[in-house]
């Protein structure tokens, strides 16, 4: 696996779960204080984040971070 | 979790798989190509590492990262 792979794996992990939330992009982008275009990137696997910053995604997502953190 | 509690159980896993593999601190910065410090921080959670760096990580220490990214 290379660093695309694994970006973009955990990409939909985050897009799935907010989906489960059943929340928009925009709503999400609101809730983290970021810029929606932020999330879609995120969720494309254009962001190389963080753990602390998943963190912060699992809370406002209210998802186990492994869940975020699973790259199947 | 905090921040803090969700580094340091990372650090743990690295370190639990660091000592499988059966290298020191030295031989793993050697491995990475930084200073053994680095790795000392990071076992001890003091370092916020990004999800491709992991990704190196795994990649030196043989092991899935699913094992390094896997928080208790």
């Known amino acids: 696996m ?3 792979e694994l970006l973009k ?3 939909l992990n ?5 989906m489960k939330k059943g929340v928009t992009q925009e ?3 609101e809730l983290m204080g970021v810029h929606p275009t932020y999330i879609g ?4 696997g254009r ?5 602390a910053k998943v963190l ?5 997502l209210d998802v186990d971070i492994n869940k975020l ?3 199947e």
Not at 14 to 18: E, G, L, P, S, Y
Not at 41 to 44: A, D, L, N, R, V
Not at 47 to 51: P, R, V
């Open 41 to 44: 990137k995120i969720e494309t």
């Open 2 to 4: 290379d660093k695309k």
């Open 69 to 71: 953190l699973y790259i």
């Open 9 to 11: 794996k955990f990409g």
């Open 27 to 29: 709503q999400f982008a």
């Open 14 to 18: 985050v897009k799935f779960a907010r």
């Open 47 to 51: 962001i190389n984040m963080s753990l």
């Open 56 to 60: 912060e995604l699992a809370e406002v």
